[in-house]
């Protein structure tokens, strides 16, 4: 299985890896442009009602949290390592070692973009909508209501959906619907405007692209593919036990 990862990653190890910058560009000025045309009049809206919109956003907001996220990829990084040392089947030894490679891959994906998220929000310091002021920005203030760009929760959700993308490519529509949805959730309950939404989202989905490229590169989880997002390899499952579904 090593020498395996060995020969994956000699054959690759002088190709560049794609961080895919056009994404972070195409956000960034969409985000842009958010600002100036929607952000004021929808965070005006949402400040104004209590609508079942906003209520709706209330109880599916809390997905943006990282929390659950991490307590499920240790679940599945534990239950692969307990079944790469304990069980002699070749194939489910190999499906182990994939799902351990996928959750790994999750954990970082999400623990490095929201640390990066915070570490903007302390950098740009913008004003939450609660002070119904678009535009103003206290660099370095710290706190609730200065840490508004980017979402936070949005980044989380950018992440996890994106590397769900990656993972199982033919959930690709449903997953982009539900990131929409639960990232601007953050809108509807009146916690960011638009623009922070759209670029957390952007945030997110860059490095879960990124860190498929690397692993990539390196010959883990997944396949480069050349003018294309990379792809899983093939034999990755969801569970180590019988009668596993496998992506494909």
Known sequence: MLKSIVRRSNRHRHSPVDYHPEWLILGGNIALLSA????????????????????????????????????????????????????????IRYNAFLVMQAASYVILTVAISGLTANLLKWLIGRTRPAL???????????????????????TTIGAIMMSIYLLAPILR???LILALWLGFSRVMVG????????????????????????????????RKMERDFPRPRSGLRLTSGPDPIAIK
């Open 36 to 91: 100036f045309v929607f952000d004021e009049p929808v965070a005006r809206f949402f400040r104004s009602t209590h609508s079942e919109l906003k209520s709706f956003g209330t109880v599916i907001t809390e997905v943006g949290n990282s929390g659950w996220i991490f307590a499920v990829a240790g679940v599945l990084l534990l239950q692969a390592l307990k079944h790469l040392r304990a069980v002699d089947c070749r194939s």
């Open 132 to 154: 119904e002021s678009t535009f103003t920005f206290a660099p370095f203030e710290g706190g609730h209501l200065y840490a508004s760009f980017p979402s936070g929760h949005a």
């Open 173 to 175: 529509l449903p997953i």
């Open 191 to 222: 916690a960011h405007y638009p623009s922070d939404v759209i670029a957390g989202l952007a945030l997110g989905a860059w490095f879960a692209l990124s860190f498929a490229s690397i692993f990539a590169r390196y010959g883990l989880l997944f």
